[in-house]
């Protein structure tokens, strides 16, 4: 089992900045595949970036790329996203997630942290 606490989310203003950290205990943390998630109100809960397992490789959403920077820190047993250039449109609840590497669903979520960007 792996267990996840997202923090670091609130309220910031458009062009603003915050980092959100993902702590995991548990499991060894550097088996994992770690994504991060979010999810607004009324809509689906979309992806948005992930790191691998050895923090060589990270994707990220289209609509959060330039601006959005996954890492991980695997002496700290934590993941961060630092987001950059916040948009109005990226207010959602942040989770984050994992999943061994050859797994493509995540077997593992956090509770999830509120980010609220205002205009």
């Known amino acids: 089992q792996v267990q996840l606490a997202e923090s670091g989310g609130g309220l910031v203003q458009a062009g603003g900045s915050l980092r959100l950290s993902c702590a995991a205990s548990?499991?060894?943390?550097?088996?994992?595949?770690m994504g991060w998630f979010r999810q607004a109100p009324g809509r689906e809960r979309e992806f948005v970036a992930r790191?691998?397992?050895?923090?060589?490789?990270?994707y990220y959403a289209e609509s959060v790329k330039g601006r959005f920077t996954i890492s991980r820190d695997g002496a700290k047993n934590t993941a961060y996203l630092q987001m950059n250039n916040l948009k109005p449109e990226d207010t959602a609840v942040y989770y984050c997630?994992?999943?061994?590497?050859?797994?493509?669903?995540?077997?593992?979520w956090g509770q999830g942290t509120q980010v609220t960007v205002s205009s």
């Open positions: 790191i691998s397992w050895t923090g060589l490789y990270t």
């Open positions: 997630a994992a999943r061994l590497d050859f797994k493509t669903e995540y077997d593992y």
């Open positions: 548990g499991r060894t943390f550097s088996s994992y595949v």
